[in-house]
């Protein structure tokens, strides 16, 4: 069955990531906690729940309830990316996380909101300015790109419609209007409280480092930026479980990333009176599995990464992509590499397949049941 499992913090959280901290005493919390810390508070919450931590809660209890423990959390020990066994227990599937909002006192949640793909710029007013004297934002722009033969070579070569350097790349959370204009090429409308800094409200504290055992270390001061979500907004994801819930309270207090940052978490079963506010949404229509309600040509399509994409293959018959940048990741158990760090192509990215050409990717197993390897398929328009 499917669940909506939410998680509203209690006050501010910081998600390390391995880009948190740069050179000197200065910290930055990614926006979104990771794939693998949502999977691992999800075991440990059924762990807590039934009874089978240790003393200390802290670890399973193995000696005890060996045989519970791997029926509904799992055989595979630690969560890596690329695990042969993916064995996560009454855990079937988790979906990418995202932003729910839901305004007080509704019963359901009112949008789910992701993050926007690379392929639009913002449109401004050529004349007015907002409140603040900055340019006005009426829109979006979607960047295309063009074939251009090379006479001299024999070859094509991509040229892409770059955007503005003297604008800001979009910083702003698709909502259910967004991704409906956006999978049919269509004007997308604007929503000023859909920028990411009117949800995740950036707070400065000052933190001291502590060492491997968790001590703080004598003058190790350093500044720290955490976020805090604005009220009415939460994380969330689907998990699809199989047989009866393992989770014995709908509600229970838990503890995401290394900081240990405090959250209410919810769950609630996808119920068919209420299913049709979530597959009114592309992206979470795609999530559910339910029929899409449009579908692009197969000729004039992209690809979106709803999340970040790993696996041991690059995707295969390409004609463009755009990518931001390279996401490294930890979480991964293969050992032959030189550095414990790997690169998978970051979430918001775009990949164009060649005309007449199938798309193709075969990402780790493991990182696709917990929320990895997510696409959607959109119109290219162009």
Known sequence: MQYLITFKPYGTFFFGTFKSFGEGYYAESSRFPLQTTIVGCLRKTILKQNGWLDEEGKYPNFDSFKEEIHQYTGTVETVELDSKDTNLG???KVSPVFIVRQDPGHF????????????????????????EGNKLIIGFDYLAYQNE???????????TKIRNPKNDPPDYLGDRDFWEKYVRHEKIP?????????????????????????QTVEGAFYEKHAFCLAKGYSFGVIAVLNGETPFKKEKDDVFLGGDKSLFQMQIKPITAPYKLRYTGH?????????????EPPDDDNKYVCISALYGDQEPLDLEHALILSLEANRFLEYQKKKTDSYCGIPHGSVLYPKKGKSFIYKGYDMATKIGYNFLIKAKKGF
């Open 90 to 92: 009454r855990i079937e």
């Open 108 to 131: 359901c949640p009112d949008d789910f909101l992701f993050p926007v793909p690379q392929d639009i710029d913002y449109r401004y007013d050529p004349v007015e300015k907002d409140e």
């Open 149 to 159: 033969s090379n006479a001299e070579e024999g070859s094509e070569i991509v040229t």
């Open 190 to 214: 604007y929503h000023p409280g859909c920028e990411s800094g009117n949800i995740f409200l950036n707070v400065v504290q000052q933190g001291i480092a502590r060492d491997e055992n968790r």
């Open 282 to 294: 592309p992206v979470m229509n795609r999530i559910l599995g339910s029929e899409p309600h449009y």
